[in-house]
């Protein structure tokens, strides 16, 4: 009898052991799944190569790590670390001493503390011991997406970009820097920033409000009877960013398609390179967005400053990760087709063109005008000293025509690398050949040497035939001044 | 009676261990919404006041330097963020000094993550952390709060003060 007591009171303990222990799976599997979000010392570089940068630790062998990001177009080095207890992911960056803190102006201490209220999670602070501004983001460890890292560095590169006037002692004059005048930014219609609500101008550039255009969500009529009043669809804020970046990164789908409509430029770039497109990507991931982006002439080869292309972003992207990457690739794929046919158009018009000048090519010999055998007459000798003129001008004229026909040479060979193997990088390389081309042809035809040839051949026009080239230059982009 | 003995052991065992595996605090990395954060702040002891819309911040209550500090609670709109946030009466006359300006910047070198702000335009002084939405656990939460009750005393007389 004790013993099945004995038995039932084990049984007991098991199930109540069992229940405990599905309990506990339920807590232990969560967390086992958030583990890996929290960066360690080795996962933190692997982190930041991943996002597309080079981490350097000097001499070390873990954190705290060294980026390099662009402020103002120059390197500026921003280091990542983890805190002691590695709760935190520290990103900050020390700039210049501003020497005796006597001398920083009221202006700046109170225009960098003003900038805490807008540039936030990004703060500055003042270093006493090193004697600079401090620009800093703390994250907590957990959670930290790609995605969010990489919108907050941007973000920080972005304050440290528009505040130079007031941390670089460099700038400061007597009266406040110009930056003080800016940092508040006037609050955009729909923007939920107000002393009940705290900051929410976490993303770049989706807070710049151009000449009262906001492009923040449900501004999209708001935008269209500004761009209708004349407000410059390109118009560009602060590191040349763009209203189309503005709202391509707020996913405003309709906001995009109007001001592309209006004439917005898809493939402006800020000044870290980065377009409109790259913008939507890794802020939102709108398929919508993108879908417009690409659709208004998007050029997904374009590289930031590091070198990536939109197609780079997308392993940053979280939503809609395979679609977003097919529609880029075929926009790439159709991208080198529509580049493959253009430098096979435009190869072939050089040799149209090679063909035209060699036709027009002036030296010739002098002709026979003296009978053998007989004496010459005076205007035999007058004839001779007409062709013996004119083929010394010819020759002289050889001198302007050489520099063109070493030009048609470097395009012919520009263009036909571009055929063989379209990369879109390398239009540029042909425009410029096909530019210089040009400007040798203007050069040689309103030469005096040319013109008085063309005389001296009247009712034999001299053409250079350079019509189509200016048409292939005009498909690449960009027609001849 | 010995297998008893060992199931009472066995069970005890057990039930000592289940408060630490079984506590109703979030697992790490929990991502917030707007909901939770009441359930988040009542489970560490606080009463928030509900705000009236989903736009505004749960408000709860800091003791610091014998007075209570209304500290706002809110996600930021993409829920990224959770922050943490006090604003300060607002100041009379020009407002905040260059000195003292330099002075906040000075202690937001060794604050972090919470840091100083003003604005010029509400002559308010503002102090905030910025949680990443999903790394929050109520322990490191509970740490910062109690760092960010000792910054608010600090700085109480500048806080409370309408000069």
């Not at chain 1, 003080?180 to 929410?200: R, W």
């Not at chain 1, 010999?365 to 007459?377: H, K, N, R």
């Not at chain 2, 607002?90 to 330099?102: I, N, P, S």
Request: net charge neutral.
């Amino acid at each position: 009898m004790a013993q099945r007591q004995d038995q039932r009171n084990l049984r007991l303990a098991a199930s109540l052991i069992l229940s405990l222990c599905t309990g506990v799976s339920l807590v232990v599997p969560a967390q086992a799944q958030q583990a890996p979000d929290r960066l360690t010392a080795a996962t933190l570089k692997a982190f930041l190569y991943n996002l597309g940068y080079t981490p350097r630790t000097g001499a070390r062998t873990g954190p705290p790590y060294t980026i390099t990001g662009i402020v103002n177009g120059s390197p500026r080095s921003i280091t990542v670390t983890l805190s002691p207890e590695e709760d935190e992911i520290i990103v900050f960056t020390e700039l210049p001493s501003v020497g005796d803190p006597v001398r920083i102006p009221a202006s700046v201490s109170l225009g960098l503390l003003a900038e805490n209220r807008h540039a936030g999670p990004p703060h500055f602070s003042f270093d006493p011991d090193g004697r600079r501004f401090v620009l800093r983001v703390v994250f907590t460890n957990g959670g930290l997406t790609p995605v969010s890292f990489r919108t907050q560095v941007e973000f920080f590169l972005d304050v440290l970009s528009r505040t130079a006037s007031l941390w670089d002692s460099s700038k400061w004059t007597a009266s406040p820097p110009a930056g003080t005048q800016t940092t508040e930014k006037p609050v955009e219609p729909g923007e939920k920033v107000t002393a009940e609500t705290g900051p929410v101008r976490d993303g770049s550039p989706d807070n710049y409000a151009a000449e009262g255009v906001a492009v923040g969500p449900g501004q999209a009529a708001k935008v269209q009877e500004l761009l209708d009043a004349g407000t410059d669809p390109n118009w560009r804020g602060p590191n040349e960013t763009t209203l189309l970046m503005g709202a391509a990164s707020r996913a405003e789908p309709t906001t995009v398609k109007i001001l592309l409509a209006k004439g917005a430029d898809p493939n402006l770039q800020n000044i870290a390179g980065v377009t409109a497109l790259m913008y939507s990507i890794f802020s939102t991931g709108s398929y919508a967005v993108i879908e417009a982006l690409v659709r208004g002439g998007a050029d997904v080869d374009l590289r930031n400053t590091h070198g990536e292309s939109a197609i780079s972003y997308v392993r940053m992207t979280d939503a809609r990760r395979l679609e977003i990457l097919n529609l880029l690739v075929n926009a790439a794929i159709l991208n080198h087709l529509s580049v493959a046919a253009m430098a096979q158009r435009t190869l072939a018009d050089i040799g149209e063109f090679k063909k035209a000048f060699t036709n027009s090519m002036v030296l010739r010999m002098p002709m026979q005008i003296i009978s053998p055998g007989l004496e010459p007459t005076k205007e035999d000798v007058e004839r001779l000293k007409q062709q013996i003129e004119r083929t010394t001008k010819e020759r002289d004229l050889m001198n302007y025509q050489s520099p063109v026909w070493d030009e048609i040479v470097k395009a012919e060979t520009v263009a036909s690398q571009l055929a063989s193997n379209p990369l879109p990088e390398r239009v540029a390389a042909v425009r410029a050949a096909l530019e210089r081309l040009l400007s040798r042809c203007t050069a040689l035809t309103s030469s005096k040497e040319w013109k008085e040839l063309v005389e001296l051949r009247l009712g034999h026009p001299i053409l250079v035939g350079d019509a189509q080239l200016r048409r292939d230059l005009r498909h690449l982009g960009e027609a001849p001044r | 009676m010995e297998v008893s003995r060992k199931a009472f052991l066995v069970l005890l065992g057990a039930v000592w261990a289940t408060p630490t595996l079984a506590q109703n605090e979030p697992p790490r990395g929990m991502r917030l919404t707007q909901d939770t954060i009441k359930t988040f702040l009542e489970n560490l002891g606080y009463t928030p006041d509900v705000p009236s819309t989903p736009d505004h911040p749960y408000i709860i209550y800091v003791k610091a330097n014998a007075a209570s500090f209304p500290v706002g609670v809110t996600l930021n709109p993409t829920q990224n963020v959770l922050w943490l946030f006090a604003t300060s009466p607002q100041l009379d006359g020009e407002g905040l000094t260059g000195e003292l300006a330099l002075r906040l910047l000075q202690a937001n070198d060794t604050s972090g993550p919470a840091y100083f702000s003003y604005s010029r335009e509400e002559k308010r002084i503002g102090l905030w952390i910025a949680f990443t939405n999903g790394g929050i656990t109520p322990g490191y939460f509970r740490t910062q709060l109690e760092q960010f009750s000792r910054l608010l005393g600090q700085i109480s007389a500048i806080w409370t003060s309408r000069k």
